[in-house]
């Protein structure tokens, strides 16, 4: 799977609507897959020569060869990673764009791209490190393309039809840069299991987020919800009672968020232990193919005799890495503990994943943005 289709099906589905409608490409119809194929294919063939295409039988170069293409014809000299190419294609595009404008037209379009600020600043790099920003970065991209000249006559028309469509290629290489900055910065964390295992108190515990619905009784949450983290850019905590029934009755938006978890805490109820139903919805979160933890909670209710054989025993039964498998207590009994306990690792497991995946430590709630390194676009 290239770079790109790679990353494309990592978005959600409308939000390719916008590179599709610059590449001409028609959505209805294709699945998330086929279309972020067809959005491949089409911004490989604009970014190209069409001669050269032909020289290798209709087929274009791949994504990073055709961005590296366009950066030089840009009077880039393109770095070696294709992210770093498109960043640097969309410093150059915002820098002349910024260049073009008038005070006025500055004055209008700022507050678009740093709604903190009241003034834009003079100078172009200046206004690049502003409008490329972690929170600006996506606000800023604006496509500002200039229409080909007009075709000449005889051969040099063919040479014209046959040239590269940068009218087409730069706004669309702006848009997936975007759409990389949005990927990078979203994490969607899926709390798993079955009644009673402590998923509201595991919300709260490790994100600082109050459901509201801590509640003994068994099967007090019955749907999937979902929601974002206030003091985040883009955390998103997926509170779902299983992976099994609830991928059938959920929203299509929903599933689109559950089809898009980057990594699953699944928690064990340490009064009930593994049964089939664990069984099954902890398979069913691997067979998406994404890191799951094992947390096996209220680890407390044990004694502690008892607690590393049953530890042993969930290991045993789900086929767990024993890294993979973490005890805690989300809501210990009062008489032990006043704070949640065993949170630090679980939130260091997740940390590790995520970054694993290119996200965005920043975006997590224990994690000190001040000490975390300059984003890509910074």
Known sequence: MSDLVELLRKCHRDELDVLAGLLDVNPQGLKLGALARAIDKRLRRAATNEVHTMLRRGEPPEYDVAVKQLAQRLGID????????????????????????????RAVRWPDADPHSDKPPSGGDV?????????GAGRALSHLVTKPPLPLPGCLFLLWLARPRDDLALPAVIEVCRLRHTVRHRVTVGIVGSPSSGKDAAVGALFGLPTGNVDPVAGSTKEVEIRRLPTSTALWIVNTPGMGDVMESVTEEAREVLDHIDVYVYLVNAQGGVQAREQADYGACRKRGRPVLVVVNKIDTLRPDDRERFLEDCRTKLGVKPEDLLPAAFDPLPQLSEVPIGVEPVQAWLERHLVALGKDRAELPWVDATLVPPPLFA
Do not use: C, D, K, Y
């Open 78 to 105: 393109p770095p070696r990673s294709v992210v770093a190419t498109e960043v640097a294609i969309v410093r150059h595009h915002l820098r002349n764009a910024w260049a073009r404008m008038t005070p006025e037209e």
């Open 127 to 135: 206004a690049f490190r502003r409008l490329s920003g972690r929170q």
